[in-house]
């Protein structure tokens, strides 16, 4: 089915471990974006990307990284987990030109 | 940092009624949206009302600019219980930035009791 997906839904991992998270985009959108949405701070944006192997780093970077090279794709992985990067995680694209972002269901991690 | 600020933080309504959500941002923007999330799921985008616009409609939702006072508000009409969500203003064109990146707000929590 055409859209944007997420995985996992649902990930429970250890401090200290590497985690990646997946994005994929039906719609071959040229921006896509990584947000974390946390009580009390709303969504805030970890990295975005306005094509592949274009990535640049948004509000909340450190600690994550990310890649690009297929327009389809844009993992985010937390290179070493803390207990503060438990969070929901959403993926977003957008097509060139236009600002109007479309939104995955989201992946939420905890963070033992 | 939060470019836009929703009020009230939360909202509790009966069915049928009207329901008004506020946002204020601090720097000019090209365009502010409304997103709603469900619980549990991801943001849907519901209208876009661009600078120079001061009013926007779309079916039961009613969205208002007003540039000089950097603020916009949502109306959602004759509120249903499935209008239970969280709503978000986003922002584009803040300074230094470009159109394609959105600031969001911290959302209003609507629950629409039946």
């Known amino acids: 089915d055409a859209g944007i997906t997420q995985s996992p839904r649902y990930k429970i991992t250890e401090t200290g471990r590497q985690v990646t998270l997946m994005c994929h985009q039906t719609?071959?959108?040229?921006?896509m974006f990584w947000y974390r949405q946390d009580l009390g701070h709303g969504l805030r944006l970890i990295y975005y990307?306005?094509?592949?192997?274009?990535?640049d780093k948004g509000e909340v970077p450190d600690g994550y990284v990310v890649s690009r090279s297929k327009t389809e794709n844009f993992p985010l992985t937390l290179e070493s987990a803390t207990r503060s990067q438990t969070s929901v995680y959403f993926c977003?694209?957008?097509?060139?030109?236009?600002?109007?972002?479309?939104f995955g269901a989201g992946t939420r991690l905890s963070v033992l | 940092s939060q470019q836009g600020e929703e009020d009230p933080q939360a909202l509790s309504i009966q069915e049928g009624e009207n329901a008004t959500m506020n946002c204020s941002y601090k720097?000019?923007?090209?365009?502010l949206q409304w997103y709603r999330q469900n619980s549990g799921r991801g943001l849907v985008h519901l209208i876009l009302?661009?600078?120079?616009?001061r009013e926007k409609h779309s079916g039961r939702l009613r969205v208002t600019l007003d540039t000089s006072k950097k603020s916009s508000s949502l109306l959602i009409t004759a509120s249903r219980a499935a209008d239970t969500a969280s709503y978000f203003c986003?922002?584009?064109?803040?300074?230094?930035?470009?159109?394609?990146?959105?600031?969001f707000g911290k959302g209003t929590l609507l629950t629409v009791n039946p």
């Open positions: 977003a694209s957008s097509s060139e030109g236009r600002s109007i972002q479309y």
């Open positions: 719609w071959s959108h040229s921006y």
């Open positions: 720097t000019s923007i090209n365009n």
């Open positions: 009302i661009r600078s120079n616009e």
């Open positions: 990307s306005a094509a592949a192997d274009i990535t």
């Open positions: 986003a922002t584009d064109g803040h300074s230094g930035g470009s159109n394609y990146k959105l600031t």
